[in-house]
């Protein structure tokens, strides 16, 4: 039976673990649960912020703290950009339609990132505050995995109040439920889609970012994390914020403490825990209308 100790840190790293897959699928909670776009590339964007703050680290000296708003500033660019010309095609077609564009786009990130940086693994240096561990008693914690929860749980908090108890977020709502109504109340339909898928685009960059020390960046990135991703997205119900927090912070700690266990099964109980689930609940924890 292992210590309490030990129990407490592996609840440390599940919860970080959890805190970052919720960085990356807010995002896409945004385009595919609000917007109701399904958008296979959304981990493309978390890869792009990811390498994007690497260049400027690595290449260009910054510390990450100043390369990490600008890388996802960048990221969102590009997402605004390909918004305003690819997507524009995407959102007319049917889903099978979308499930392929948007595919193709991942492919195409993936061979772009390849033929800039390599093939190899890449970590992101961590600041000198942020390496280390802390010790309470017999518990040893690392302050970067402290930071991931705070950060997160910080973004919750503004995502949350964003859509719940802002004018951006009814009118986002009413642009989406009803465009028709929508642009004839004044609304600019077009401008909020923008701005939401953009903001989408961005939370992945900060996930990417912050979570390189746990989900390593290489060029596959974009396809590797994308099933957990959407795993999140699915168990915590589509539109559903509170639900992807939820079940990031609970696929984290059962993938973590899955590992400890059960280690000759890796990543097989986390799978066979989704699919058993959506056995019971096939539309998530919560729905929203």
């Not at 807010?26 to 912020?49: P, Q």
């Not at 992101?124 to 518990?139: K, R």
């Not at 995502?159 to 109340?185: H, K, Q, S, V, Y």
């Not at 989408?200 to 390189?212: F, N, P, Q």
Request: aromatic share 10%; with cysteine; glycine share 12%.
């Amino acid at each position: 039976m292992p210590s309490l100790s030990t129990l407490l840190s592996l609840f440390i790293d599940g919860a970080s673990y959890g805190m970052i897959l919720f960085l990356i699928a807010s995002g896409l909670t945004v385009t595919l649960g609000i917007m109701r776009i399904i958008n296979l590339a959304h981990c493309g964007f978390a890869m792009i912020g990811g390498y994007a703050a690497l260049a400027l680290t690595s290449w260009m000296g910054l510390p990450l703290l100043v390369a990490l708003p600008i890388a996802i500033l960048l990221t969102m660019a590009i997402g605004f950009l390909l918004e305003q010309t690819i997507y524009r095609v995407v959102y007319r077609t049917h889903e099978f339609g979308q499930i392929l564009m948007t595919l193709g786009l991942t492919y195409l990130m993936v061979a772009t990132i390849n033929l800039i940086f390599g093939s190899l693994m890449q970590n992101i240096p961590m600041p000198e505050p942020l390496s280390g561990v802390w010790l309470a008693g017999g518990l040893t914690v690392s302050k970067y995995r402290i930071f991931l929860v705070a950060v997160s749980a910080g973004v919750a908090l503004l995502l949350w109040t964003t859509f719940e108890w802002t004018t951006f977020g009814t009118r986002l709502r009413a642009a989406i439920d009803n465009p028709r109504m929508a642009r004839a109340c004044g609304i600019d339909v077009g401008r909020l889609l923008s701005i939401a898928f953009a903001a989408g685009c961005g939370l992945a960059a900060l996930g990417g970012v912050l979570g390189a020390q746990m989900l390593p960046l290489e060029p596959f990135y974009a396809l590797k994390y994308l099933v957990l991703v959407l795993m999140v997205v699915t168990v915590g119900g589509l539109g559903s914020l509170k639900g992807s927090l939820v079940a990031a912070l609970a696929l984290g700690l059962i993938d973590t403490f899955g590992r400890y266990f059960l280690p000759e099964l890796g990543a097989f109980v986390i799978y066979v825990t989704v699919f058993a689930f959506l056995l019971i609940r096939p539309r998530g924890l919560f729905q929203n209308a």
